[in-house]
């Protein structure tokens, strides 16, 4: 929360106009956004056929330990380790029940946003003046649910703009560390992986152990998706998909 001294600080400078941070925040919550409606048909997947990758959310457990009948016999450093696991099971559960709720949640908004040309997302500045979106379905959150925003007015992708596209291609796979390489070398990686990228574009599914091995595997999917569209329509491609760049230090 903000000071009384920032506050009067904010206030004073929009009597003078609006101040630039002020300009940034309504570009970026101005900014038309549409849902990635073929990576949503992969998110959907994954979650249906409780596919395991990364930080992806699961709604089945293991088995829940349970203290065996003669557990009066037992070694009280054995009885103690047993009633540990259950209390870590328990707290599982929770974790679980919880990630799997908003999981349902996040489809549901997902394939409602799909059905619309465009929307927005309304954005906020901390007391520190960093941005954060007002709701929770925004692109800040985890990979699966990060590649599921595209641009909804496109850009034409050529020459250097192709350049960019293939280090993000690299970025998100990282496969080998590639993203600690120069520049043209993670375009060097993307290139020799031509084939590879094509191929999983074309059958996620038969393809889900390796793109799954991803640093980021659903936006490392989303950018084959990207690039090969790259690839098929040539000088006419229009990209839409944000391309990201890690700030070193930014915190």
């Known amino acids: 929360q903000a000071t009384a001294a920032q506050k009067r600080a904010?206030?004073?400078?929009?009597?003078?106009?609006?101040?630039?941070?002020?300009?940034?925040?309504?570009?970026?919550?101005?900014?038309?956004?549409?849902?990635?409606?073929?990576?949503?048909?992969?998110?959907?997947?994954?979650?249906?056929?409780?596919?395991?990758?990364?930080k992806f959310p699961v709604s089945t457990l293991p088995p829940r330990p349970r203290m065996p009948k003669d557990h009066m016999s037992l070694a009280p450093a054995l009885k103690a380790a047993i009633k540990a696991d259950i209390r870590k099971h328990f707290a599982l559960e929770r974790q679980v029940?919880?990630?799997?709720?908003?999981?349902?949640?996040d489809l549901e908004t997902a394939k409602e946003l799909s059905e619309h040309e465009q929307f927005y997302l309304p954005v906020n500045l901390d007391w520190r003046s960093r941005l954060y979106f007002c709701c929770a379905f925004n692109y800040h959150r985890d990979d699966h649910i990060k590649s599921l925003f595209t641009y909804q007015r496109g850009y034409k992708v050529d020459g250097n703009n192709a350049y960019w596209l293939m280090v993000h291609l690299a970025n998100c796979g990282d496969f080998q560390k590639i993203s600690k390489e120069p520049l043209d070398v993670r375009v060097a990686w993307t290139e020799g992986n031509h084939q590879m990228i094509l191929d999983i574009a074309d059958d996620f599914q038969s393809t889900f152990d390796v793109w799954s091995l991803a640093d980021k595997p659903f936006c490392?999917?989303?950018?084959?998706?990207?690039?090969?569209?790259?690839?098929?329509?040539?000088?006419?491609?229009?990209?839409?998909?944000?391309?990201?760049?890690?700030?070193?230090?930014?915190?």
């Open 10 to 54: 904010i206030e004073h400078q929009f009597t003078q106009g609006i101040p630039p941070y002020a300009r940034a925040v309504n570009a970026l919550q101005a900014t038309p956004l549409s849902i990635n409606r073929p990576m949503l048909e992969v998110v959907e997947w994954c979650w249906q056929a409780q596919m395991e990758l990364g």
């Open 97 to 105: 029940k919880g990630a799997a709720a908003v999981m349902r949640q």
């Open 220 to 251: 490392f999917l989303a950018a084959c998706f990207e690039y090969s569209r790259l690839i098929k329509e040539g000088a006419d491609f229009v990209g839409y998909l944000p391309i990201s760049l890690d700030g070193t230090n930014s915190g």
